[in-house]
């Protein structure tokens, strides 16, 4: 199995770019999309984070609120990194018990967000980062519906995409149109279906 793990900042369209490689054929795992099973309503980790960051978290129909609780978390980096202990660690379990469970599929594509900050990246056989422009970060945290001063807290607390893209096997750069993304994803797969052997890891394409 090859493993490729897709990482980069907020709104750079990881999401994204993880689709791509499922319409193209890859298994596909998505960390937003664990962590979104792992906090429903009634889940021990649901209820850590009420616990920690109060009721002000639970949305008025029982769910948790992802935007009250990122507005605290972002708030300080004593907050930010309590939730990074309690959600990390949950998410990679379910993520290796995911990864386990597809051990005969000959490559999965996983969204990992926060790959470089835990140096995970040597968990994986091979690194895409997506790239987008700062500005065109804030312009999509806006979109949805996070305020000017929010989006520039999340941006200044976390690590620039561009001290990721040194660990890097492929960097996407999503400020394009859609049309040129989906261009570098299918260059990237045509590399990673390339009978084995074709490629080394020092040959792979860094665009």
């Given amino acids: 199995m090859q493993r490729i793990a897709i990482t980069g900042g ?9 689709r791509m490689f499922e319409a193209l054929g890859a298994h596909t795992l998505s960390s937003d999309a664990i962590v979104a099973t792992l906090t429903r309503p009634g889940t021990e980790l649901c209820r850590q984070l009420i616990k920690e960051f109060g009721p002000s978290i639970v949305a008025a129909d029982g769910t948790l609120a992802r935007g009250a609780l990122a507005q605290q978390a972002f708030s300080e980096p004593r907050l930010r990194r309590r939730l990074n202990q309690l959600i990390h660690p949950a998410v990679m ?3 290796r018990a995911q990864l386990d469970a597809l051990e005969t599929a000959s490559l999965v594509v996983v969204e990992v967000p926060l ?6 990246q040597g968990a994986f056989d091979g690194v895409i980062v997506a790239q987008a422009t700062p500005a065109l970060q804030r312009q999509r945290l806006l979109q949805r519906g996070v305020s000017w001063q929010q989006a520039q807290r999340i941006l200044r ?3 620039p995409t561009r001290a990721k893209t040194a660990f890097a096997d492929w960097t996407v750069r999503t400020h394009r149109t859609l049309e040129q993304v989906e ?3 299918r260059r990237i797969w045509q590399e990673l279906t390339e009978p084995r052997g074709v490629y080394s890891s020092a ?5």
């Avoid at 907020?10 to 993880?18: C, M, Q």
């Avoid at 790959?115 to 995970?120: P, T």
């Avoid at 040959?203 to 665009?207: C, G, M, N």
């Fill in 10 to 18: 907020v709104a750079e369209g990881k999401t994204t770019i993880l």
């Fill in 93 to 95: 379990r379910a993520l």
């Fill in 115 to 120: 790959l470089i900050e835990a140096a995970l």
């Fill in 157 to 159: 607390a976390q690590l």
């Fill in 183 to 185: 261009a570098q994803v």
């Fill in 203 to 207: 040959q792979r394409i860094r665009r």
